[in-house]
């Protein structure tokens, strides 16, 4: 049994500047993106993870409070399994409000130092393309639909895309993929 570690620092930014600014550490820049565009960079994302997940230190962390490649892995997947969730909600109802999801509290919940690196690997690709197939769905007339975020932001079916985007290819910033 894999000993659970010292939880990594919680993040608590509220990361929607990125849609109006590029990101100064990964340097996504979301007005250089649309819609249309989310499906191939979450494939390519997705793949640049599943290959960092192949790494002999996949379950390593680089500092006690810095989670390994493993645990953003899982991070990834159930990012994708959220926002999948989000942008069916957006299609299918008027205004949606997103329930709330607490990424550090599921990551203790589903022990994700713990997972095997090759698992993870293959669930991340699943969840990642069944969130690009969502996207390719999507018809014109549909990109500007909205939901709300529990905190209260806005988001359209674009900028949730894009704002989506910017969290799987920043984590694959983070561990070098």
């Given amino acids: 049994m894999t000993a659970e570690p010292t939880p990594a620092a919680p993040d608590d930014k509220d990361w929607t500047w990125v849609l109006d600014q590029p990101c100064p550490e990964c340097r996504f820049d ?4 649309t819609g249309r565009d989310v499906p191939e960079l979450l494939r390519d994302a997705a793949a640049r993870f599943q290959n960092a997940l192949t790494r002999p230190d996949a379950s390593t962390r680089p500092s006690p409070d810095v989670w390994a490649p493993v645990e953003y892995g899982c991070h990834i997947r159930d990012v994708c399994l959220v ?8 299609l299918s109802q008027d205004d949606p409000r997103f329930p709330n999801w607490d990424q550090d509290a599921a990551a203790i919940e589903g022990r994700y130092w713990a997972q095997d690196p090759a698992v993870v690997a293959v669930d991340l690709g699943n ?36 704002y989506f985007v ?4 920043h984590h694959v910033h983070d561990v070098g993929g």
């Fill in 30 to 33: 979301a007005a250089t993106v």
């Fill in 166 to 169: 910017h969290d799987l290819l």
């Fill in 83 to 90: 926002f999948t969730e989000r942008v069916e909600m957006m």
């Fill in 127 to 162: 969840a990642a393309e069944r969130a690009a197939g969502v996207f390719h769905q999507v018809r014109e007339d549909q990109w500007q639909r909205t939901g709300v975020r529990s905190n209260g932001s806005l988001f359209t079916v674009d900028s949730l895309g894009r």
